[in-house]
């Protein structure tokens, strides 16, 4: 399978490369988000791409934003992606983006945790609670929580990392309407998907979630949502508290950089082997079967 590092596309303005998406302007209201193979890993984007990981991305993207439609409103135009570009730029789209409404982002990261694990964990060793919120006493790692919690992010550079920020912090940054309504309908997605994909043999320990606003203030979700980029995906075949479960996302690629002590987690990125790239993969391949019940369609 070929990999996209990066798109050339000249058919449209460029607006900018994130970490993984290529956003380009679609007339003055509309968005064209290309999800590329590049790959993230402590907010360092990695050298090397991982083939057909956009493509997951996308398909798992539109799979949950249908999903979850009833909870709020979400980016998508169902405009055709091929339609907007040239026809020799077409296949740099194909399978891996979507047309989107133009939104003016909230710069807030809604992150749930339903799981006490990755930097939740190491803040509850070292304090006993997670972004400020007390957790009892005697949790193991990734203990399930009795309900999930609220922890947002700042929404950092590209480059830097996000900074995890108070609830209260949050409020102050967006008003206590917005803050609160960003709070309960994140719980309220995650708490529906993981319903969802309990019954799929899955649990969803954490996630993170983006909204934006539209011209009239109505609160959509936005860029990607309950993909394995943006969430921790465990078999609950094999969960059990005490230890770091086996997990089909990135954090396959998070524990070998972790093996590499003279990294500091900042860029340059260092190389991948062959083994990791294709390992995380069919990580994400095997996310999106168990998930959907549906293959990538390439």
């Known amino acids: 399978m070929n990999a996209l590092h990066q798109t050339s596309i000249t058919s449209l303005p460029l607006l900018g490369h994130g970490k993984v998406r290529d956003n380009y302007a679609v007339g003055d209201d509309k968005i064209l988000i290309v999800t590329t193979d590049r790959l993230s890993a402590f907010d360092v984007v990695l ?8 493509l997951v991305l ?7 934003f249908e999903k979850l439609q009833h909870v709020v409103p979400n980016h998508l135009t169902g405009i055709a992606p091929e339609s907007v570009v040239s026809a020799a730029e077409q296949d740099q789209v194909r399978g891996r983006a979507v047309v989107a409404k133009r939104l003016q982002p909230i710069l ?9 694990i990755g930097s939740g964990w190491k803040d509850y060793q070292d304090s006993g609670a997670v972004c400020g919120i007390k957790l009892p006493a005697g949790l193991r790692q990734a203990e399930k929580l009795a309900a999930p ?3 947002p992010a700042a929404k950092a550079e590209l480059g830097a990392h996000d900074e995890n920020i108070s609830f209260a912090d949050m409020t102050e940054r967006l008003g206590s309407e917005l803050a609160n309504k960003m709070r309960d309908v994140s719980i309220a997605l995650y708490q529906a ?6 019954t799929r043999g899955i649990i969803i ?38 230890m770091s479960p086996p997990s089909f996302d990135k954090q396959f690629v998070r524990d070998y950089l972790e093996t590499l002590h003279d990294w500091p987690k900042t860029p340059p990125a260092p190389a991948l082997p062959a083994e990791v790239i294709a390992k995380t993969g069919a990580k994400y391949r095997e996310a999106l079967e168990r998930l959907t019940g549906a293959t990538l369609k390439e």
């Open 108 to 116: 807030v990261e809604a992150v749930v945790r339903g799981y006490l």
């Open 58 to 64: 996308n398909q798992m993207s539109n799979f949950w």
């Open 47 to 54: 050298n090397e791409p991982i083939p057909g990981k956009g």
């Open 193 to 198: 998907a993981a319903d969802y994909a309990a």
């Open 205 to 242: 320990a954490d996630t993170k979630f983006e909204f934006g606003l539209d011209d009239q203030g109505v609160m959509h979700l936005m860029d990607e949502v309950l993909t394995a980029d943006s969430s921790r995906f465990w078999p609950a075949d094999s969960y059990a508290p005490g």
């Open 149 to 151: 919690i609220f922890t």
